[in-house]
């Protein structure tokens, strides 16, 4: 197959004078070397394509593809991660992963949880606060996990998203919402264990690859996984593999992972983060179908190679789960 490649690529973000943080979420030049070096030794051609822009042109210009590997997170809006979904689906070209309404809906996690709690799947209790006065009506007890509602990476995450007493709720919530321009979510502090479970597939074919708990070290920001701790990951963070068969817990996140991503409507690959709460009782934290897959440094490729995944096989899965939505 011919293969076109969308993407966001980190550098050339910050070449144009974005920050560290509003770039975060965009992929290396390696990622992008690793996904067309591994699509060519599975026998396709590829071409790169680019950001959302570079695809119109491409399209108004006449240029085509079989396929459409898309892992472009986009810049702006709510709808960013749905924008190159969207105008694929407009020209009938098939893509990779999932289609502009999963993409919207599981980037606001408050909507999100509101769709798996309403479905059943295990999830904690929440607030969407809008603005700063909304935090007097969080209708829970403290402590509080707070972040922006729509971001991912572990941006606007620190050590100050635990908050432990409702004078500090406001102040973090106000810090936030002008960082960020965007709602905040609040939650109750889960103080239990933490797993990714990674995803191949879609529908009933989906299953859970590997579950890796997420295991801060001494030199971690502790209590969180950060966007400081996920970006110093190799020095900060055990990652271990944890097999379904040999603890309850991880059984049962797996178990919850799968019914959130099929309720979702999730496609093709990504990861789900459970966290435990204080009586070790799994529960639903996001989604993330347009997971990062750099071959060594991503959680879902990091999964793949605890379990004995080859990154080639992992592509290759993705490829596939993508093609059977192909137009006869």
Request: charged letters at 25%; glycine letters at 8%.
């Amino acid at each position: 197959m011919k293969i076109g490649l969308t993407f966001d690529l980190r550098s050339a973000y910050l070449a144009m004078g974005f920050s560290e943080d509003e770039t975060a979420e965009f992929d290396r030049d390696e990622t992008i070397q690793a996904i067309e070096k591994t699509l060519r030794e599975l026998g396709h051609e590829t071409e790169r394509i680019g950001h959302i822009k570079e695809l119109a042109a491409a399209l108004v210009a006449g240029k085509r593809w079989d396929l459409v590997f898309n892992i472009a997170e986009g810049m702006y809006g709510i709808g960013r991660e749905a924008q190159v979904p969207a105008l694929l689906d407009a020209y009938r070209i098939p893509y990779t992963f999932s289609d502009p309404l999963v993409m919207s809906l599981t980037l606001d996690k408050g909507m999100t949880k509101r769709v798996v709690r309403d479905a059943g799947v295990p999830t904690s209790d929440f607030f969407v606060a809008a603005t700063v006065a909304d935090a007097a009506k969080v209708h829970f007890n403290p402590p509080w996990f707070v972040k922006p509602v729509a971001e991912g990476t572990g941006k606007g995450i620190t050590p100050a998203s635990i908050v432990r007493a409702r004078e500090g709720l406001a102040a973090q919530v106000g810090e936030l919402l002008a960082t960020y321009r965007q709602p905040v979510l609040v939650e109750p502090y889960l103080s239990g264990r933490e797993f990714t479970v990674g995803i191949v597939g879609t529908g009933v074919e989906a299953r859970a690859i590997g579950s890796m708990e997420v295991i801060l070290l001494s030199n971690a920001e502790q209590g969180v996984y950060s966007y400081v701790n996920k970006e110093f990951c190799e020095d900060r963070v055990e990652y271990r593999l944890i097999r379904p068969g040999d603890d309850p817990v991880v059984a049962a996140s797996e178990r919850i992972a799968l019914d959130a991503w099929r309720v979702l409507g999730c496609r093709d690959a990504g990861r789900i983060d459970i966290r435990c709460d204080g009586e070790n009782r799994p529960q639903f934290m996001e989604v993330n179908p347009l997971a990062g897959i750099h071959p060594e440094h991503s959680d879902l490729p990091i999964i793949c190679n605890k379990v004995g995944l080859p990154y080639r096989d992992l592509l290759g899965a993705i490829v596939d789960s993508a093609a059977a939505r192909m137009i006869a």
